[in-house]
């Protein structure tokens, strides 16, 4: 079997999962359950994307903040390890994108509390 009859296959299996999958009705959580993430894993959640924020945005002091990045890759700049530096500049650019990621995820958190958990 040609690697284009692999694809079709496979893009036809994913057509009809998708299909599936979007006809299933919505997942619905008890009301213990809702209280009990209320009450301790959303205070945790929103515990930790405020450390990691804090964390990526420190000071050149934070270890492995931004600038702390930025600062070792200059510093290896300075001592001609380019390939160093590289791999550093490489690391601040996922820095950005996690902190995109975290963002969105303290969203996801502030949205469920503001629905389920009452004004707490």
Known sequence: MNISRIGVVVAGLLLLGTGTAAAQEPITISP???RKIC???VPRI???VKALT???NGSPETFG???WLEQRAADARKAGNTARADVLDARV???A???VKIGKAG???AKFKSEHCGAK
Do not use: N, P
Request: overall charge positive; hydrophobic content about 25%; cysteine-free.
């Open 39 to 41: 009450e301790q894993r």
């Open 46 to 48: 929103e515990t930790k």
């Open 97 to 99: 994108a996690q902190l």
């Open 65 to 67: 903040s931004t600038k």
């Open 32 to 34: 213990e359950k809702v």
């Open 107 to 109: 969203e996801r958190v």
């Open 93 to 95: 650019k996922l820095r």
């Open 54 to 56: 804090d964390k990526i």
